[in-house]
């Protein structure tokens, strides 16, 4: 008697969203067999000693049909190779193999995380009113679920701060710097800033965080007297200690 059993592909590919809900058909394999009756009856099954151990996905042992059998995470695994074994029911049964490779698409759910960290001697949000342009204020993390690699589909936007403040990239890090001058406590002891993420996906996700900025102060006036000459009346049997005017210098505030 001859034997032949075979797939109709040696290799199947398909492509899910990572979003797909169990049951979600894959796709189907299909096989030829020449003989009759049992030797012509095929039973699939997917050998899980050399792929899919976590059984992520199942085969309908009579159609070959693929489907999702665990939910999906294209950050965690974005291809899967199946080994699917096709068995007849002779008495000496035949078995033949086919690989189905399956792409987990990605699906834009995730909105990006933002941490900020600060570069003050203790790590608060501070600045001195000595600082110059350039200066680091902070270095701002972004990360976006839906990417493997850190800012590469986001956007990072600044906005308030009365054009003072910036975003500068430094060795792919992103850090908030003084871009103009002055910062002056006592007119302005305060900035609220705020760092927007876009990513790029469909639809954008965004993301946001607020910056509540302190201006400290550096010992940059002198005191000021409130008038140049004062004038006073003491009698001259005044005993020591006697107030001769109330008028006292003060300090810039």
């Not at 002891?189 to 509540?212: C, E, F, M, Q």
Request: no cysteine; glycine share 4%; hydrophobic share 35%.
């Amino acid at each position: 008697m001859i034997i032949n059993l075979f797939f109709n592909q040696s290799r199947y590919f398909a492509t899910v969203p990572e979003n797909a809900t169990v049951g979600t058909t894959v796709l189907q394999v299909f096989t030829t067999a020449s003989d009759a009756e049992k030797n012509g009856q095929v039973e699939y099954s997917i050998n899980r000693r050399q792929s899919d151990r976590d059984n992520m996905f199942k085969i309908d042992s009579t159609t070959g049909v693929v489907t999702v059998n665990k939910p999906l995470d294209f950050e965690t695994k974005e291809l899967h190779e199946l080994v699917v074994v096709a068995r007849d029911h002779g008495l000496q049964p035949l078995e033949t193999t086919a690989f189905v490779s399956i792409k987990v698409t990605d699906i834009n759910y995730n909105q990006p995380t933002i941490n900020v960290i600060y570069l003050s001697d203790d790590a608060t949000p501070k600045i001195s009113e000595s600082a110059q342009p350039g200066e680091f204020v902070a270095r701002i993390s972004v990360n976006d679920p839906d990417s493997k690699t850190e800012y590469s589909n986001v956007n990072v936007t600044l906005t308030g701060g009365d054009g003072h403040f910036g975003l500068t990239t430094r060795d792919n890090i992103i850090y908030l710097v003084i871009v103009s001058l002055p910062l002056d406590r006592e007119i302005q002891p305060n900035y609220t800033l705020k760092v927007l993420a876009t990513d790029t996906g469909t639809p954008p996700r965004h993301a946001s965080r607020v910056i509540n900025l302190k201006v400290t102060d550096i010992n940059d006036n002198a005191p000021e007297f409130d008038r140049t000459v004062y004038h006073a009346n003491v009698m001259e049997v005044s005993d020591p200690g006697t107030s001769v005017d109330t008028s006292v210098s003060h300090r810039p505030r």
